[in-house]
């Protein structure tokens, strides 16, 4: 993970009055104790108005990839109108978490080499998704309780490339074959979580309105 957010739990009215605090001082100090920090982009974002269904800021709005450009087409298209928001006098603090710099592996499957092996691509599909992954097996009741099994590969053996290159699958005649013999690896990078909206690959904006305006 290249990212973390830190909570700040305010307290109560009555505490926080007897010393001046509010909530727009709290949001001023700490906006001037990040000032200058170059190690990392740092978004300090006023609560929700309300939990669970309102976003942090106040609003959302969707850019949607609709003539499939692609991530990088995503990213170019979400940086001027970022910059344009933000200049607008009734809007305030408009970011977007979307970034293509999340490092991934990238494996590439030689087809052609699977089939000779006996392996269909599909099931070194199906072995990535079980080790990496998860997939559920079953339920089970035990005392009363009720228990899920879901398989995957231990943390020592998909920590690294090299591990998840000897990673199994099998083969058409039964025989145990590992995953790097029929695919390549490569370090890549791209977004951290991919969003979809109307079937379409998007980006999430947000953002608050400055004040005396109303979303």
Partial sequence: PDAAAIYFPFESFEDRKKIGATAESIMAQAQAAMKGYDKAQVLLIPPPTINGIVPAG??????????????????????????QANQQPNLTQ?????????????????????????????????????????AFVNDFNLLGRTYRVT??????????????ANLKTRSNSGAMVPIGSVATFEDKTGPYRVVRYNLQQAVEVDGNVAPGYST
């Fill in 151 to 164: 398989a995957q590969a231990d943390s020592a053996y998909r920590g690294s490339t090299a591990d998840v």
């Fill in 58 to 83: 106040g609003y959302r709005m969707i850019v949607e990839d609709k003539e499939g450009r692609g991530y990088e087409g995503l990213l170019k298209a979400t940086g001027p109108l970022l910059a």
């Fill in 94 to 134: 408009i970011y977007s978490l979307f970034n293509t710099a999340t490092p991934r592996v990238f494996a590439d499957v030689d087809r052609a080499k699977a089939d000779m092996l006996g392996v269909p691509p599909q099931r070194v599909f199906e072995a990535l998704q079980v080790y990496l992954g998860s």
